[in-house]
């Protein structure tokens, strides 16, 4: 087993597809590769399902046109639920104004039926990789600002216990700035404000 079926096989899947026959085959292939596939008829069905799953799936993959909400309207519910949301739409529509709408959603990945099913693995853990790789981004960057907290308070303590003129003041204050700085550096490449 290859890195990408180990990562694959950890994940929850949400399928939402309103044609049988392809949500069945499709997501037998899920069931194969992945830890657990939930599927749902049409958009409405999937966006209830998401919210009584939410914290369990990891990524999303649904077709655009289907009954009561389209794929896309339900990704952008859910998505008001999830910012972080993965999502890979799997359509035989390539219509402009669908593809418009997917980046606009800032749709993770798009494909076009029928199905290349190694296409369709190699585009899930390219978009599972990232997310993953975004959430340990986000937890080393709380982590840093965390440290950088606590060793801006010992300087202020220290800066309590130090007068102006002595030597170690100056360095004190120019210490306080890089740290400042760096926390703001961080937050940066986080993308977080924390």
């Keep these: 087993m290859d890195i990408r079926d180990e990562i694959l096989k950890g994940i929850t899947v949400l399928y939402v597809e309103d044609e049988l026959l392809p949500r069945e085959t499709l997501a037998r292939f899920l069931s194969r590769r992945t830890a657990r596939v939930y599927t749902a008829n049409n958009g409405k069905e999937g966006l209830n399902l998401f919210k009584e799953k939410i914290r369990d799936i ?3 993959l649904t077709d655009i046109l289907m009954p009561e909400i389209n794929g896309l309207q339900m990704v952008e519910e859910m998505r008001k639920l999830r910012e972080d949301l993965p999502v890979v739409v799997i359509t035989a529509h390539s219509e402009i104004s669908y593809l418009l709408k997917a980046i606009e959603l800032d749709i993770d990945g798009y494909i076009l039926k029928p199905v290349d099913y190694e296409r369709l693995i190699n585009t899930m853990y390219r978009v599972v990789l990232r997310n993953q790789q975004n959430n340990f981004a986000l ?10 907290k606590s060793i801006h308070d010992f300087i202020s303590l220290a800066d309590k216990k130090i007068s102006k003129n002595d030597e170690l003041y100056d360095s004190l204050q120019n210490a306080k700035k890089s740290i400042k700085t760096l926390g703001l550096f961080i937050n940066s490449l986080s993308g977080k404000d924390l």
Excluded: C, R
């Design 58 to 60: 990891d990524l999303v």
């Design 139 to 148: 937890i080393i960057a709380n982590e840093l600002n965390n440290l950088l």
